[in-house]
């Protein structure tokens, strides 16, 4: 009878574990799932004076200028040519920074929604930073050569010397100025976190999720092998001490250096895609002013774009049913006879 009582008394532990096991994974796959709003830490943040919030019932508009409240280069290291996609220290001429502000308007989501479904980051404009500047993703104009991995640095005849990427993590394009990071920029992190302490919002994905530096609520150096393929984790941070999802940047020279996919529900038509890099080539069009030409709005036109690059005239004027010559005419690009 004793021993009976005691295989009893076993099981009944066995049982107990297994459902206190089973309640907290439940437990935290509802809290995973469960919307948290991101308004207060939005509102809380350190952002550069001049990027613009807006705060609606559902939404926050961004605007940036582009244009980060840290130290630049004086010289940058671009493509000799507009024939060359990603430079080298073969195909690259120095010029002086060519940072200047942009027309940056992105409308992010209040509570933003974790999908089990990812969607791939594209080359463009993926996420704002704090600084006032945009993130993009790990990779460079041909969408498979790693930014961080191939930077260099170059000198000319006049013995000025310049890199392709910054200290900062960052370069401007060319034509357009248009200022970005490709992973974790130090510049960033330094003017709100402390060494060996946690890493605090720096920045939020265009999916809502926020975005943070390579150190954990505890200050332990954060790894690839504590995220997802994202880039991204649920864990308590100093903004979100509860626990949320967010991205986090790690500094490495390879893949994971900055965000490869969404995993929250992404509006396509905030990405904005990546100008060409190469120093020759066409300005990108004022897509405001082509929208009004159109008679649409602005987002309906970056929609109809999507993310593919190089964007597909064709693709884009049939979704918007005009002609290819009138979506040219509109964007300012002479239509080739």
Same mark, same amino acid.
């Given at each position: 009878?004793?021993?009976?009582?005691?295989? !009893?008394?076993?099981?009944?532990?066995?049982?107990?574990?297994?459902?206190?096991?089973?309640?907290?994974?439940?437990?935290?796959?509802?809290?995973?799932?469960?919307?948290?709003?991101?308004?207060?830490?939005?509102?809380?943040?350190?952002?550069?004076?001049?990027?613009?919030?807006?705060?609606?019932?559902?939404?926050?508009?961004?605007?940036?200028?582009?244009?980060?409240?840290?130290?630049?280069?004086?010289?940058?290291?671009?493509?000799?040519?507009?024939?060359?996609?990603?430079?080298?220290?073969?195909?690259?001429?120095?010029?002086?920074?060519?940072?200047?502000?942009?027309?940056?308007?992105?409308?992010?989501?209040?509570?933003?929604?974790?999908?089990?479904?990812?969607?791939?980051?594209?080359?463009?404009?993926?996420?704002? @930073?704090?600084?006032?500047?945009?993130?993009?993703?790990?990779?460079? #104009?041909?969408?498979?050569?790693?930014?961080?991995?191939?930077?260099?640095?170059?000198?000319?005849?006049?013995?000025?010397?310049?890199?392709?990427?910054?200290?900062?993590?960052?370069?401007?394009?060319?034509?357009?100025?248009?200022?970005?990071?490709?992973?974790?920029?130090?510049?960033?992190?330094?003017?709100?976190?402390?060494?060996?302490?946690?890493? =605090?919002?720096?920045?939020?994905?265009?999916?809502?999720?926020?975005?943070?530096?390579?150190?954990?609520?505890?200050?332990?150096?954060?790894?690839?092998?504590?995220?997802?393929?994202?880039?991204?984790?649920?864990?308590?941070? $100093?903004?979100?001490?509860?626990?949320?999802?967010?991205?986090?940047?790690?500094?490495?020279?390879?893949?994971?250096?900055?965000?490869?996919?969404? =995993?929250?529900?992404?509006?396509?038509?905030?990405?904005?895609? @990546?100008?060409? @890099?190469? #120093?020759?080539?066409?300005?990108?069009?004022?897509?405001?002013?082509?929208?009004?030409? !159109? #008679?649409?709005?602005?987002?309906?036109?970056?929609?109809?774009?999507?993310?593919?690059?190089?964007?597909?005239?064709?693709?884009?004027?049939?979704?918007? #049913?005009?002609?290819?010559?009138?979506?040219?005419?509109?964007?300012?690009?002479?239509?080739? $006879?």
């Amino acid at each position: 009878m004793k021993k009976l009582v005691v295989a !009893l008394a076993g099981i009944f532990v066995i049982a107990l574990n297994s459902l206190v096991f089973y309640a907290a994974s439940a437990a935290n796959a509802a809290s995973t799932s469960k919307s948290v709003s991101v308004v207060s830490a939005a509102k809380a943040a350190k952002w550069n004076p001049t990027v613009k919030l807006t705060y609606g019932k559902s939404s926050i508009v961004m605007e940036p200028t582009g244009i980060p409240n840290h130290a630049r280069d004086e010289y940058y290291a671009v493509p000799i040519s507009q024939d060359v996609v990603v430079p080298d220290s073969t195909t690259a001429k120095i010029v002086k920074d060519p940072t200047k502000a942009q027309s940056y308007k992105f409308t992010i989501p209040t509570t933003p929604q974790y999908t089990s479904a990812v969607t791939a980051t594209s080359l463009g404009s993926i996420g704002v @930073m704090i600084s006032g500047a945009v993130i993009y993703n790990p990779f460079e #104009g041909d969408n498979k050569t790693v930014a961080m991995a191939n930077n260099f640095t170059i000198t000319n005849s006049q013995g000025i010397t310049a890199s392709f990427v910054d200290k900062c993590a960052g370069h401007p394009i060319p034509d357009s100025g248009a200022y970005h990071y490709h992973g974790l920029s130090t510049c960033v992190t330094a003017k709100v976190d402390k060494i060996g302490k946690p890493s =605090h919002l720096i920045g939020f994905a265009l999916d809502g999720f926020p975005i943070y530096g390579d150190r954990d609520i505890n200050g332990k150096q954060i790894t690839a092998k504590n995220l997802d393929q994202c880039n991204g984790t649920k864990s308590a941070t $100093p903004e979100f001490p509860k626990g949320i999802y967010h991205y986090v940047l790690l500094g490495t020279s390879d893949v994971r250096s900055s965000i490869a996919c969404f =995993h929250g529900k992404v509006d396509a038509s905030q990405i904005q895609a @990546m100008p060409p @890099m190469g #120093g020759g080539q066409m300005p990108m069009p004022d897509t405001a002013a082509a929208a009004k030409k !159109l #008679g649409i709005t602005e987002d309906a036109l970056k929609a109809a774009f999507g993310t593919t690059m190089p964007p597909d005239i064709a693709a884009a004027a049939k979704k918007l #049913g005009i002609t290819e010559v009138v979506l040219l005419d509109a964007l300012g690009i002479q239509a080739k $006879p």
